[in-house]
């Protein structure tokens, strides 16, 4: 009998095995890149918000005054939540912004902000 050349069903199987789990591997890579790029977006979006209640916080008022301010926004066609914490600073001519973004379902009171940003507004720009 003259000796065929070929793979067994064995070698077969085995390579179909190891084919299938580096496919999965890649599979489940692509996913964790995915959601890593998801969280991304959403911290830079989250920043922006924050940012943009900063500002807005500082053109609104020449003095911002201390307490605390919640409200919503809408950036990238998303709803954020955001909270607004102005702080007198031992420089009695600074104050200090903290302003925290939340998803919009989210509880300020109760959950972790996605993100929080902070800025100064000096008494310079207050009116005397």
């Known amino acids: 009998m003259a000796n065929s050349r070929g793979f067994t069903l064995i070698e077969v199987l085995v390579a179909l095995a190891v084919l299938a789990i580096a496919l999965s591997a890649a599979v489940m890579a692509s996913g964790q890149y995915a959601r890593g790029q998801a969280q991304r977006q959403e911290l830079v979006f989250a920043r922006m918000v924050a940012a943009n209640v900063i500002a807005e916080a500082r053109l609104a008022e020449r003095w911002p005054q201390a307490g605390e301010r919640d409200g919503d926004a809408q950036i990238a066609g998303r709803d954020w939540r955001w909270r607004l914490r102005v702080s007198d600073t031992p420089d009695g001519d600074i104050r200090r912004l903290d302003a925290s ?24 720009s207050r009116t005397p």
């Open 101 to 124: 973004v939340f998803a919009a379902n989210a509880d300020p009171a109760v959950d972790t902000p996605i993100a929080t940003v902070t800025g100064f507004a000096g008494a310079r």
